[in-house]
């Protein structure tokens, strides 16, 4: 679903939450999923992104193995439109959405 807002998300999280959502982000960096992210399973890589763009805010966005050599050449504050699964619509602690990375739409400055 292309155009969904975060704020649309928090109203009715129950309407999103498993649906597959097109949004422009920036990448920061890539992370390892502890104890205090209980959506992404302990272990997990994800990617750390601002957005959805223009919108502030972060989104975290959970990548394969196979998903994961593309964002590690990625230049940081590089923009991409992803299309993914939402898994949670914000975590235990903080209102940070998260998505399961399906495809990389476009980039925009090379990478993934």
């Known amino acids: 679903i292309p155009g969904v ?4 998300i928090r109203v009715d999280p129950a309407k999103y939450v498993g649906q597959l959502l ?5 990448f920061i960096s890539i992370q390892t999923a502890d ?3 209980p959506e992404i399973p302990k ?3 994800y990617l ?4 959805p763009l223009p919108e502030p805010g972060f989104v975290y966005v959970i990548v394969t ?8 050449a990625a230049s940081p504050l590089q923009e991409c439109t992803v299309r993914g699964r939402l898994r949670a619509a914000q ?4 209102p940070t959405p998260v998505l ?3 495809q990389v739409m476009d980039t925009k400055g090379g990478a993934p």
């Open 5 to 8: 807002t975060v704020a649309q």
């Open 22 to 26: 097109e949004w422009r982000v920036q």
């Open 35 to 37: 104890e205090l992210r």
């Open 43 to 45: 272990g997990a890589k």
């Open 48 to 51: 750390l992104t601002r957005g």
């Open 65 to 72: 193995a196979q998903q994961l050599p593309a964002f590690q």
């Open 91 to 94: 975590t235990r602690y903080l």
């Open 100 to 102: 399961e990375l399906v």
